[in-house]
Structures are given as structure tokens and as C-alpha cells.
């Protein structure tokens, strides 16, 4: 955070209790710029930070979170309005995220829909959060223990050392170091290996399947699939804007256009047509819309101002 959106020294001692509420009022513009924050830094004052965290190394690793934040968009806002979302994100995160790590040693990272983040885990692994996605880890004891629980999907660059382990509601990936992508939706997990050794396992470690660079598999009601081949660069081209969803229930496919896009979806599919699969490739939502409706026989309409895609016969 650089120029005229960078705070003052004495909003930031303010924040972290350093200044008195008198010593703020004095060095602030206007009284409206001190009342603006007063309330947030009174209720930042009953925070408590854990022990061996100081209050500027909690605020340098919120800056350092929200730096790492990726936003497909940038939109200007004034300044009161950015203090002011800082003093809350900065209680919040006090709140939330050290208070939290004191209890239960986790921390949680979430993306929403349309959105897509980078995070880097404890021993300089990094994840890849698709659109309405989370993933959980701990922080202490790290080293020993590289274990995170994923919803939704992400793509994996794993640092080489102990066991990485990737736990999701349909199954377990573990890893030593290698790059991979998990996709955990409703009842369906597939995993796709770009480079190392991937093993890919039920909840319960009852099927398994090894994989290598270019192979994937399905975990699906318990059971795992026979190893399928994989193109290695379209393995995580999510990332880049290009979405491949192979043999997939067009339900899901659709679910994945509304996450990606941020969208409604109007449509007459049959039960049985929703539960088939297919296969499409796609880079925006018309393009998205036009290859469905082509394999289903549809008409379509997508109107970008009203974030809606309708299919319908033609």
C-alpha cells in the first residue's frame, strides 16, 4: 500500500494502541477524519493478540495478506472510506484470524464468486484459490504436519519435505512435492497431476490410485476411478482464464459457470439432460453458453449488464 492510500504514522500507532485517542485527535485533519475511526480503534483495544505476536507484527502480516490478494478489478474509493475499511479490516483480522489461530491453530482462506486468490502456505507452498473456494491450515507445527482441508478447487505448487496432505469431503491427496490440481464439488473430487507423484485415496483409504505427471482420477460415492490421461499444460489453465471440464454432469458445468462468471442461469434441461455428461472448453461466458447450447440444441441469450445466460429450445 503506497502514495496517498498508505496510512499516516499516527492513524497506524493509533491502531496499535502506541498513541492515546487525545494524541490522535490532536495530529488528525478534522474531527469527522477522528470520529470516522474512533469506534473501530475502541473495540481493537479489547482484542486480545497471542502471546509472542506483537500488535506491529500483526498488522505487517495483515499487510502482508492483503498483498497477496488477486482482484480482477481495481476501483477507486476515497480516503475516509479506505481508512475507515482498514481500521475494520484490521479488527476483524485481529479478531478473526489471530484470536481464531489461539484457539484452534487454524487458518482459513476463502474466495467468492468470481474471484481468485493466491496463498502462500507456511513452508513457501503455494495454492491457487478458484472462484468460491476455501482452504484450511495450520499455521504452528507446520513443519511436521503439512495437512490442509479443501472446499471446492485449487491448484497446488508443493515444496519438497514431509508428507503433504490435501483433505476434502470426497477424499485425500498426498503428496511429498509435486504440482496438482483438486477439484472437490457435491459428491464428485477429481485430481490431476502436472509434475511428481500424486497418491489419491477414499476418506476412508480403502481404493487408492497413484498418480504421475499427465494422469488423473475421479473419486466418486467411495470409489475410485480407473487412472484417465491428461493434457499437463491444460491441467491448471484455469488460472489463466481457460476452463476444460472433460466428461462432467452438465449440472456441475453450469454450477461452475455461475461460480467463474458471477451469473444466473435460466434453462428448460431435462433431469436426465443435467445428469449426463459432457465435455467443453471455454475462455468467457458467451463463449461458455454457445458451446452448451450447440451440444444440447439450444438456443441461448446472454445479457453481460444483468449477469444472466438463458437457454432455451430452439
Known amino acids: 500500500m503506497t502514495g496517498k492510500e498508505h496510512l499516516t504514522d499516527w492513524e497506524q500507532d493509533w491502531l496499535e494502541g502506541k498513541i492515546s485517542s487525545q494524541e490522535a485527535k490532536e495530529k488528525a485533519k478534522n474531527d469527522l477524519q477522528f470520529e470516522s475511526l474512533d469506534k473501530f480503534v475502541s473495540k481493537a483495544k479489547q482484542l486480545n493478540i497471542p502471546d509472542g505476536i506483537s500488535k506491529a507484527e500483526a498488522w505487517s502480516k495483515l499487510e502482508s495478506r492483503i498483498s497477496k490478494t488477486y482482484s480482477p478489478k481495481v476501483i477507486s474509493i476515497s480516503r475516509r472510506n479506505w481508512v475507515i475499511g482498514i481500521a475494520a479490516s484490521f479488527i476483524l483480522a485481529i479478531g478473526a484470524f489471530f484470536i481464531l489461530k489461539q484457539n484452534t491453530n487454524q487458518i482459513t482462506i476463502e474466495t467468492s464468486l468470481a474471484e481468485v486468490r493466491t496463498v502462500e502456505l ?90 504421475t505427471a499427465g494422469m488423473a482420477v475421479n473419486v466418486e460415492n467411495g470409489l475410485v ?76 441469450e446472454v445479457n453481460e449488464e444483468e449477469n444472466t445466460a438463458v437457454f432455451k429450445v430452439k
Do not use: M
Not at 170 to 181: A, C, D, I, K, P
Not at 190 to 206: H, L, P
Not at 267 to 296: C, G, M, R, W, Y
Open 122 to 211: 507456511p513452508d513457501g507452498s503455494a495454492v491457487y484459490l478458484n472462484a468460491e473456494s476455501s482452504v484450511s491450515f495450520p499455521e504452528k507445527g507446520w513443519a511436521t504436519a503439512r495437512k490442509v482441508i479443501l472446499t471446492g478447487e485449487a491448484f497446488f505448487e508443493v515444496k519438497r519435505g514431509s508428507s503433504f496432505t490435501v483433505e476434502t469431503t470426497n477424499g485425500l491427496v498426498q503428496v511429498l512435492g509435486t504440482s496438482f490440481n483438486v477439484r472437490s464439488r457435491a459428491n464428485l473430487l477429481q485430481v490431476a497431476c502436472k509434475t511428481g507423484k500424486v497418491r489419491v485415496a477414499t476418506q476412508d483409504e480403502s481404493n487408492e490410485q497413484y498418480l
Open 225 to 300: 476411478s480407473e487412472i484417465l490421461e491428461t493434457r499437463v499444460d491444460r491441467i491448471d489453465s484455469w488460472r489463466n482464464g481457460q476452463y476444460d471440464y472433460e466428461s462432467i454432469p452438465l449440472e456441475q458445468v453450469l454450477n461452475e459457470i455461475k461460480r467463474l462468471y458471477k451469473v444466473e442461469i435460466e434453462h428448460d434441461f431435462s433431469s436426465s439432460e443435467l445428469t449426463s455428461p459432457i465435455t467443453t472448453t471455454f475462455s468467457s461466458l458467451k463463449d461458455a453458453a454457445q458451446t452448451i447450447a450447440v451440444q444440447k440444441g439450444r438456443g441461448f
